[in-house]
């Protein structure tokens, strides 16, 4: 999907606030956030675990998160970078 498409459906389902996120390598150990978040991979990789099942998302794949969902995440060895939607 391209970023204007990702852009346009997420004003288009509510969310406001949009923010490009990077991360170096490394990751982020088990918590939650108090926002629904969804969000288009612009480079590298992220690895989500949820209820003990890891998905790994790459350039052009898209991930979405309930808020206060518990996961935690893991970045590739050259970081991600990664365009996102709270709402």
């Known amino acids: 999907m391209q970023q204007q498409e990702f852009l346009d459906r997420l004003r ?5 606030e949009v923010t490009t996120v990077e991360r170096g390598p490394g990751g982020l ?4 956030h108090p926002f629904e978040a969804r969000a288009l991979i612009l480079d590298g990789e ?3 675990t949820v209820d003990g099942h ?5 350039a052009g794949d898209i991930f979405h998160l309930a808020a206060g969902v518990a996961h935690s995440e893991r ?3 050259q970081g991600v970078r ?3 939607g709270r709402r």
Do not use: K, M, S
């Open 82 to 84: 990664y365009l996102v």
């Open 75 to 77: 970045y590739g060895p």
């Open 54 to 58: 890891t998905t790994a998302y790459r």
């Open 29 to 32: 150990d088990l918590h939650t």
């Open 46 to 48: 992220i690895a989500l």
């Open 12 to 16: 288009a389902d509510g969310f406001a």
